[in-house]
């Protein structure tokens, strides 16, 4: 089966992610920026990073599917994957994102990444200290597992990325 590991990757996280699932299978990378067509591979694996609701590069992968691609979605965010309320929420997103016909075709995976909050741009720092203003005054009963989780991580570095939560997936290779 003709196969490709497609990535989006802010800050490097799910770059990471996405090399060593290569090196585990076998299968090429390649960042999102750098496909065009992808109508000769019967299965691609698009590792993205969780940004503003979405993931990232994913939208340009699945315009580049061909009719019979097999799509293999996971996610690389914040908060704890093992929460369900948190991936309902991720799920509930890449259905704005991925057409119906392709998505009922999908396998969906999660993976926890992290953060070094002094690499974010500018943008994104005065974008999460925002967020981190108007979460830390909520009352506890309105803060879910991703709220708490940027709370407790807020301005500082966090890497949670476990390489054996790759081995789920290769169940689909």
Known sequence: MKSLIVYGSQYGTTKRYAEKFSEMTGVPEV??????????????????????????????????????????????????????????????????????????????????????????????????????NRAKNLPEDKKNAEVRAMIETFNSKVDFVDYNSLNQIMKVM
Not at 56 to 79: D, M
């Open 31 to 132: 960042s999102y920026e750098d496909v065009k067509d992808l109508k000769e591979y019967e299965l691609i694996v698009h590792f993205g990073g969780l940004y503003a609701g979405g993931v990232k590069g994913l939208k340009n992968t699945v315009k580049a599917l061909g009719k019979n691609s097999k799509l293999v979605i996971v996610t690389v965010g914040l908060a704890d994957v093992q929460d369900k309320e948190n991936t309902d929420n991720i799920k509930k997103s890449i259905k704005q994102q991925v057409p119906a016909d392709i998505l009922e075709r999908t396998e969906i995976f999660h993976l926890r990444g992290g953060i070094d909050y002094k690499k974010l741009s500018f943008k994104h720092r005065a974008m999460m200290t925002l967020v981190y």
